[in-house]
């Protein structure tokens, strides 16, 4: 039992830093490429080629003096980005894994219940700075992540009733003769839409809509706070990356094709963020609501009747 223990929280530590280092690369690969999108030069001065700017950056943010605001909730103030992170790696857990990793059956619940629980940080950092532009950037910003959450749960919940199951390994092996991406297309799309919203990225990045709220609920957080924000933020892109890679496209997390579909997911954002404008906030939740809520809804009950009609046969 103490072995076992152990062993999960060696694997879990590992895999913390793992992803820590590809959010660290994930950063310089965004700037290089935003530099050609930009046609000009992005981070080539710290080491070979600018690969040691990520490092250069973590410790000029973390040097820095902490500014606190005089009529903050300096508790909640101070507490709510280290949650952030927390959960943000917290929901690499489900990751599938066939050894002593932390892999359960019910993976798809719990990734639920942390991006839920995501919203409460973020609400929290805005409202605790005691700031009248955070507190319009956080509201903003719950308001896109709750509505974005409810058709990545339908979209979740369609594939697991057509799976039968809310283990991650599941979707691996029921993949093994034809993606998921080539049954349900447009489940992709709004699942990758969805993702975007859920990440506050562009073109959906109204938490940080900086003409408007001064880049949003985190205008009062500087050095360590923004670094925690911004390291939650990351870490979120990589892990949808990874969970629309294992149920849309094979899944095959024991191959070296698996980590490249992952790596094509994560360029996708960075090239969307180069190449597209910010969207209209009321078409933002248009969309969500009357163009992807109905979508997901119909393959839902779709999805449920392929159920039926395959469990009647045999």
Known sequence: MLYDLLMFFMNFFLLVICVLMSVAFLTLLERSILGYIQVRKGPNKVGLMGILQPFSDAVKLVCKEQPIPFMSNYLFYYLSPVFNLMISLLVWLVFPYLTYMCSFLYGFLFFLCCTSLSVYTVMIAGWSSNSNYSLLGSLRSV??????????????????????SLNML??????FYCWFIIISFPLFLCCFASCLAETNRTPFDFAEGESELVSGFNIEYGA??????????????LFMSMLMSLIFLGGDIYSYVFFMKLSTLSFSFVWIRGTLPRFRYDKLMYLAWKSFLPLSLNF????????????SIN
């Open 300 to 311: 839902l009950l779709f999805y449920i009747g392929v159920k039926i009609l395959l469990i």
């Open 143 to 164: 308001a896109q992540t709750i509505s974005y959450e409810v058709s990545l749960a339908l979209i979740l919940l369609s594939l697991i009733f057509l799976v039968g």
């Open 170 to 175: 599941d979707f691996m092996n029921y993949q």
């Open 224 to 237: 360590g706070g923004f670094t925690l924000i911004f390291l939650s933020e990351y870490t979120s892109i």
